[in-house]
């Protein structure tokens, strides 16, 4: 895969969790990024690790076969790492990440990579579907939807919500995370993010998830939900939550 010219947030994140599959455009954005708000790494080494321990809690209540939007560089204890019993169908929007993905994990039985538009379920190939989440719409699945919210505008977040309510089988998890407005004192950062980014306050977060029901967690920031170990100081960021689909 030739080196690419404009960098990728996924690629950039790959680069401040510490993985190998980025490129000096990546970096030097990541550093650029930094420069206007300050060390990221730690940020989204919270954010990953947040991932894993919702990735876990799902599993143990049974479920094993997981379906994530916007998924990003399969790598660095990403779904697969973090419950490694289950299959997982990652998806993404961009053609280089999803060609990336694919390269990954091209030796994995239990993981692939494929075009998936979240607020569209029907753009997933229903073969990468039916074998690497056997039980959609049939049995509990994970929903992994982290890194979207913040790129949705209220209306499309809601019924995207929604319709994954309704598709997916009661007993499923939504793992998701939501920005704060962390970002609003550092103009020069949130200018980088592009104008479809959305900040939101705390409150706003339990209504988007219309049906979906968190677990007695809530939604709180991403270091406090179930933490192993006591929460290190940093900024306020992310808010995380896993949420539960009912029997209506």
């Known amino acids: 895969m030739g080196e690419p010219d404009r960098p990728s947030t996924a690629r950039m994140i790959d680069f401040w969790l510490g993985g190998e599959h980025h490129f000096p455009v990546d970096v030097a954005a990541a550093r650029a990024f930094e420069q206007a708000y300050g060390p990221c790494a730690p940020v989204f080494r919270a954010l990953r690790a947040f991932l894993g321990r919702a990735v876990r809690a799902v599993a143990d209540r049974g479920v094993d076969g997981f379906l994530v939007f916007g998924a990003g560089v399969p790598t660095m204890g990403n779904v697969h790492e973090a419950a490694p019993e289950a299959t997982v169908l990652y998806t993404d929007v961009d053609p280089v990440t999803i060609r990336l993905g694919q390269r990954i994990l091209a030796g994995s039985d239990r993981a692939g990579y494929g075009y998936g538009d ?121 808010h995380g939550a896993v949420a539960v689909r009912g029997d209506d």
Do not use: K, N
């Not at 980088?192 to 705390?202: E, I, L, V």
């Open 118 to 238: 979240a607020t569209d379920i029907g753009t997933i190939d229903p073969a990468q579907l039916h074998r690497f989440v056997p039980g959609w719409g049939r049995r509990p699945v994970g929903i992994v939807f982290l890194g979207l919210a913040a790129f949705l505008d209220d209306a499309t977040l809601s019924r995207t919500l929604d319709e994954l309510y309704a598709a997916a089988a009661p007993g499923s998890c939504l793992a998701i995370d939501f920005d704060t407005e962390e970002l609003a004192g550092y103009p020069e950062a949130l200018a980088m993010m592009g104008p479809s980014f959305r900040m939101r306050a705390p409150a706003s977060f339990r209504p988007l998830l219309g049906r979906w029901e968190p677990t007695e967690d809530g939604i709180v920031p991403v270091t406090h939900w179930r933490p192993e170990e006591p929460p290190p100081a940093l900024p306020d960021a992310f």
